[in-house]
């Protein structure tokens, strides 16, 4: 059974930085692509940024490239994403998923046992 945990989440000012962790067990590891989603509040749940299991396609929403990063230790089993330079719109419940789509415009969606909880990120202006 599939066990997916994110932490890391927390209250932030704008221009300030947090890193979000994910890991997994139940799979192997090192062999799952792996990426991040966020849902605002009244919004839909969009990508955010993804990275094939061999770290060679990594792939960012528009409107966090050059702020976030997704890096992975597969050693750990754990998938980070390092975000940098918040800002209130990013506001969200940030999710880690198991085999997501490696491109933003996927309507591939993973099922519902390879999804973590989320965890709230709250960018104060």
């Known amino acids: 059974q599939v066990q997916v945990a994110e932490s890391g989440g927390g209250l932030v000012q704008a221009g300030g930085s947090l890193r979000l962790s994910c890991e997994v067990s139940?799979?192997?590891?090192?062999?799952?692509?792996m990426g991040w989603y966020r849902q605002a509040p009244g919004k839909k749940r969009e990508f955010v940024a993804a990275?094939?299991?061999?770290?060679?396609?990594?792939n960012y929403h528009g409107n966090v490239k050059g702020r976030f990063t997704i890096s992975r230790d597969n050693a750990k089993n754990t998938v980070y994403l390092q975000m940098n330079n918040l800002k209130p719109e990013d506001t969200a419940i940030y999710f880690c998923?198991?085999?997501?789509?490696?491109?933003?415009?996927?309507?591939?969606?993973?099922?519902?046992?390879?999804w973590g909880k989320g965890a709230l990120v709250n960018v104060s202006s």
């Open positions: 998923v198991v085999d997501p789509p490696l491109t933003p415009d996927s309507t591939y969606i993973p099922s519902d046992e390879l």
């Open positions: 139940g799979r192997t590891f090192n062999r799952d692509d």
């Open positions: 990275m094939s299991w061999s770290g060679s396609i990594i």
